[in-house]
């Protein structure tokens, strides 16, 4: 698997691989949503939503896909819903005296939501229709809309005839960490009762802002995974792809990868203080898990804490469920995370240090005088989202708010911790003691914050409990915004560093070098995949071996003589590849190197002799005995004089001088095809002489073919190695060039001005880029659109209250409108209703709160 691999491809997959690209509209709203990658935007307009059962209002705009219908309140957080087109039953159309067009929406769960549309005739005709097309499409896979529910908790929670309980996590077999009723989980399971009543529940919820309270509090654990995948988003993924998990099993049932042995050797060391995985039912499902998805994407394959994060999913999730909510993980949530590179991670230890050096100056300069590294302590807590840090209760706390609001919530609790415990790290002076006291908070998060409190309620609030309230509330001033600029701030410190890590790293593993230096390996390194990148075209897969052009490409840059195609070359690349790959990897290329670059004499002509021995029995006949005095006529002619300065070792291949050669080479070349013609030995093992005396009476043509052995057939010869030494060393400019010239004009030198344009620092600088961009763009994206429909709201709100009066009589009788009887069709038995209009003109109070209901 190639390191450049994995990073072109999860920067591609973010539309992060030119900087300079603005993300898609379609890449906008799954990232906002959490959508599958096959979503894409059809339609969209401003409307105002509420519950047929409430009369609060919420303005904002919807969205259709192929497969959902969305909507966002103008405030984000206070209303919101993603709902699959399988799951709505009925649609209808109400009257309303306020607005032109108004819908209601009756979902599988039988909740009613009423959407009521802003805008022009024309445009909600064009939505409507698009989602009536859309509802129709979606009829066929409603029939796997109860055996998808039957998967999901809250359906066996809420049914009036309960049959089957659904397939859980590891918890129900080995019970969920903590003590139930300290966390008062039959509380919680009541109050996510009520709330999926009113409601709706698992794929027809809707998001209010009790919902986000009820999050914050405390998820119940026999939701807690149905919860995860809603909010992460692959909740969408398993309905899209509901029998992917089980044919990957059937796929690649017995075989084996490098990936699944290192999924071995980490199975024990996960979660071992929880009891499934000291058993062989925890492991096997972790195994399963961890081996689908180095399959699925064998591109990051298995990857260090993967095992840690699965383990914790599969205690509240069963294996399609925590396959799915792992796939969402690594390629939408923490892209970069869970890599060969760890670069998502290592760029987000920058940021937090900088966050730090922000919000806490005081206790920054205390770690930089100390020389104490955060990220001894930090990076850790990234990686395994805490669950390696903190009890398992609470890290699966802090995981209920990440799934719901990003990545950005990992930066606020570490800001916290450091925040309650910085008078403490004012007082140390060494990394060991820095990672002791925070190792004993996370051991006490059970304890009272404040013990000596003369206040009970005070003396009731746990570490736990105060972590947080500082985590949401003090430093609530972190969002996705702040952290994707500090991201793009720190990119390319973070970049060098990777890229000087990977170069050591492959250089280091390099088992031959050839008998190059140092720096000579570093010139390789750069120029070879300068040149991979060079061929690269589109947003193919990244290669790390090149295939002959690029070869080419590669050795016109380090040889002047390299410059024109010629069979050399050729014979050159296949005597490169030893294992006959059709390709050239960068051990290839440094031993090849090492190989023309050696300053022995003898090894250079035996080495070159062997470029012509095709066969390998040393011997090179008549065909090859030409061939190689025109390889050295090619070498030759274009090369500079050794004594020029354009082969001094300071020069640049760059330099484009006139070549002095003369006729040294030339002549020495003329000599060496007569000596070896005249010193060859015929196959037929005859010692006679090649040059015989011409025949009386013999045409003139026969007697000149006779008489040069090198233009008879029937005579077929050969020379040896020892003959080739022979007649090389019988010539001075050709001993010569054996000795040094050829060596000598391989010049690995560093290109002309420093860094070239397209060598591994710009692969990735182009490649890799913060991965919260899309997300600051999708904001952005979010903000216009908002401001848009709100001016299109004001331009349009004269003309519909003045139409309004005249057209609803006439709509309430039009089979024709566009909106009227289009639901007839929709679904089997589905009819138009129209709905009381006094309902409809209810009016509009503030929203609920929900206080009460979470004391």
């Known amino acids: 698997m190639s390191l450049l691999s994995t990073i072109r491809n999860k920067a591609a997959q973010l539309s992060l691989f030119d900087p300079s690209e603005r993300p898609s509209r379609d890449q906008v709203f799954r990232q906002r949503f959490r959508l599958p990658?096959?979503?894409?935007?059809?339609?969209?307009?401003?409307?105002?939503?509420?519950?047929?059962?409430?009369?609060?209002?919420?303005?904002?705009?919807?969205?259709?896909?192929?497969?959902?219908?969305?909507?966002?309140?103008?405030?984000?957080?206070?209303?919101?819903?993603?709902?699959?087109?399988?799951?709505?039953?009925?649609?209808?159309?109400?009257?309303?005296?306020?607005?032109?067009?108004?819908?209601?929406?009756?979902?599988?769960?039988?909740?009613?939501?009423?959407?009521?549309?802003?805008?022009?005739?024309?445009?909600?005709?064009?939505?409507?229709?698009?989602?009536k097309a859309n509802l129709r499409d979606s009829v066929a896979d409603m029939r796997s809309l109860k055996k998808f529910l039957?998967?999901?908790?809250?359906?066996?929670?809420?049914?009036?005839?309960?049959?089957?309980?659904?397939?859980?996590?590891?918890?129900?077999?080995?019970?969920?960490?903590?003590?139930?009723?300290?966390?008062?989980?039959?509380?919680?399971?009541?109050?996510?009762?009520?709330?999926?009543?009113?409601?709706?529940?698992?794929?027809?919820?809707?998001?209010?802002?009790?919902?986000?309270?009820?999050?914050?509090?405390?998820?119940?654990?026999?939701?807690?995974?149905?919860?995860?995948?809603?909010?992460?988003?692959?909740?969408?993924?398993?309905?899209?792809?509901?029998?992917?998990?089980?044919?990957?099993?059937?796929?690649?049932?017995?075989?084996?990868?490098?990936?699944?042995?290192?999924?071995?050797?980490?199975?024990?060391?996960?979660?071992?203080?929880?009891?499934?995985?000291?058993?062989?039912?925890?492991?096997?499902?972790?195994?399963?898990?961890?081996?689908?998805?180095?399959?699925?994407?064998?591109?990051?394959?298995?990857?260090?804490?993967?095992?840690?994060?699965?383990?914790?999913?599969?205690?509240?999730?069963?294996?399609?469920?925590?396959?799915?909510?792992?796939?969402?993980?690594?390629?939408?949530?923490?892209?970069?995370?869970?890599?060969?590179?760890?670069?998502?991670?290592?760029?987000?230890?920058?940021?937090?240090?900088?966050?730090?050096?922000?919000?806490?100056?005081?206790?920054?300069?205390?770690?930089?005088?100390?020389?104490?590294?955060?990220?001894?302590?930090?990076?850790?807590?990234?990686?395994?989202?805490?669950?390696?840090?903190?009890?398992?209760?609470?890290?699966?706390?802090?995981?209920?708010?990440?799934?719901?609001?990003?990545?950005?919530?990992?930066?606020?609790?570490?800001?916290?911790?450091?925040?309650?415990?910085?008078?403490?790290?004012?007082?140390?002076?060494?990394?060991?003691?820095?990672?002791?006291?925070?190792?004993?908070?996370?051991?006490?998060?059970?304890?009272?914050?404040?013990?000596?409190?003369?206040?009970?309620?005070?003396?009731?609030?746990?570490?736990?409990?105060?972590?947080?309230?500082?985590?949401?509330?003090?430093?609530?001033?972190?969002?996705?915004?702040?952290?994707?600029?500090?991201?793009?701030?720190?990119?390319?410190?973070?970049?060098?560093?990777?890229?000087?890590?990977?170069?050591?790293?492959?250089?280091?593993?390099?088992?031959?070098?050839?008998?190059?230096?140092?720096?000579?390996?570093?010139?390789?390194?750069?120029?070879?995949?300068?040149?991979?990148?060079?061929?690269?075209?589109?947003?193919?897969?990244?290669?790390?071996?090149?295939d002959f052009e690029t070869f080419q490409a590669f050795l016109a840059g380090i040889a002047r003589w390299a410059r024109e195609p010629h069979d050399f070359q050729r014979r050159l690349f296949h005597r490169w590849d030893e294992e006959l790959r059709g390709s050239l990897a960068l051990q290839d290329v440094v031993a090849g190197l090492g190989s023309i670059m050696q300053r022995d004499i003898m090894a250079s002509m035996a080495y070159f002799f062997e470029i012509y021995d095709e066969d390998g029995d040393g011997k090179v006949d008549r065909e090859g005995i030409l061939q190689m005095s025109e390889g050295l006529l090619y070498i030759t002619r274009n090369m500079a004089d050794p004594l020029s300065p354009a082969a001094s070792p300071n020069s640049s291949l760059t330099d484009d001088k006139p070549l002095d050669v003369g006729d040294k080479y030339l002549s020495s070349v003329s000599a060496f095809i007569k000596r070896a013609f005249e010193y060859a030995s015929p196959d037929d093992g005859e010692d006679d002489n090649l040059i015989e005396p011409v025949e009386s009476g013999a045409s003139a043509s026969s007697s000149k073919v006779k008489a040069n052995a090198a233009l008879d057939p029937s005579h077929p010869l050969h020379i040896t190695l020892p003959t080739f030494r022979m007649v090389v060393l019988a010539d001075e400019a050709l001993e010569q060039f054996f000795a040094a010239d050829f060596a000598a004009s391989i010049k690995l030198l560093p290109a002309k001005g420093g860094r070239e344009k397209g060598t591994l620092r710009d692969l990735f600088d182009s490649l890799v880029s913060d991965s919260m961009r899309v997300a600051g763009e999708v904001k952005r994206r979010i903000d216009e659109m908002e401001r848009q429909a709100r001016e299109q709201a004001e331009a349009n709100a004269a003309a519909a209250n003045t139409s309004v009066a005249n057209t609803t009589a006439d709509d309430d009788d039009d089979d024709d409108d566009a909106v009227g009887d289009y639901d007839r069709d929709v679904l089997a038995g589905a009819e138009v209703e129209d709905l009381s209009r006094a309902e409809a003109a209810a009016a509009r109070p503030r929203a609920p709160s929900v206080d009460d209901m979470l004391s």
């Open 150 to 546: 039957g998967t999901v908790y809250s359906e066996y929670m809420l049914a009036e005839k309960r049959e089957h309980v659904p397939e859980g996590g590891l918890g129900q077999l080995f019970k969920y960490p903590g003590d139930a009723k300290k966390l008062r989980d039959k509380s919680k399971m009541r109050l996510w009762a009520e709330y999926m009543r009113d409601h709706g529940r698992n794929i027809t919820i809707v998001r209010l802002q009790t919902f986000h309270k009820l999050i914050r509090v405390g998820l119940p654990n026999r939701l807690r995974g149905e919860i995860w995948e809603l909010t992460s988003g692959s909740i969408y993924q398993r309905m899209a792809n509901p029998n992917l998990y089980t044919s990957l099993q059937k796929e690649y049932a017995g075989r084996k990868s490098m990936a699944i042995e290192d999924i071995e050797k980490d199975l024990n060391r996960s979660l071992p203080e929880y009891p499934a995985y000291q058993s062989d039912e925890g492991i096997d499902r972790l195994r399963r898990v961890l081996t689908m998805y180095s399959w699925r994407n064998p591109e990051v394959g298995y990857c260090q804490a993967m095992n840690i994060v699965v383990a914790s999913l599969l205690i509240y999730m069963n294996e399609e469920q925590a396959f799915w909510c792992l796939s969402t993980l690594c390629d939408t949530l923490l892209p970069g995370y869970y890599s060969q590179t760890m670069y998502g991670t290592l760029l987000d230890q920058r940021v937090f240090e900088a966050l730090v050096e922000k919000t806490m100056p005081i206790l920054w300069d205390h770690l930089v005088k100390s020389d104490i590294q955060l990220s001894v302590v930090s990076l850790p807590w990234f990686l395994s989202l805490f669950i390696n840090s903190m009890p398992l209760t609470y890290a699966f706390r802090v995981l209920d708010v990440f799934f719901l609001e990003g990545n950005k919530v990992l930066f606020q609790v570490g800001l916290a911790i450091l925040r309650i415990n910085g008078e403490e790290l004012l007082d140390v002076s060494d990394d060991g003691a820095f990672i002791s006291i925070l190792k004993d908070y996370f051991a006490k998060l059970d304890d009272s914050a404040h013990p000596n409190s003369h206040n009970e309620k005070l003396r009731n609030v746990t570490k736990f409990q105060e972590l947080m309230v500082v985590a949401f509330k003090e430093f609530s001033v972190i969002t996705d915004d702040m952290v994707a600029e500090q991201r793009k701030k720190h990119k390319n410190h973070v970049l060098e560093g990777i890229e000087s890590f990977t170069k050591r790293t492959q250089l280091r593993n390099l088992h031959h070098v050839g008998g190059l230096s140092q720096p000579q390996l570093s010139i390789v390194y750069d120029r070879f995949y300068q040149a991979l990148q060079s061929s690269r075209l589109g947003l193919g897969p990244v290669q790390t071996s090149m």
């Open 37 to 131: 990658d096959t979503a894409t935007l059809q339609a969209q307009i401003s409307a105002e939503f509420s519950i047929a059962s409430s009369n609060f209002y919420y303005p904002g705009r919807l969205f259709l896909s192929e497969a959902h219908l969305v909507f966002e309140a103008t405030d984000e957080h206070i209303c919101s819903f993603v709902l699959p087109l399988i799951g709505i039953r009925r649609v209808e159309r109400m009257a309303s005296k306020s607005y032109l067009f108004a819908l209601s929406v009756t979902t599988f769960h039988g909740l009613k939501l009423n959407l009521q549309f802003v805008g022009l005739r024309s445009q909600i005709e064009q939505f409507c229709d698009r989602l």
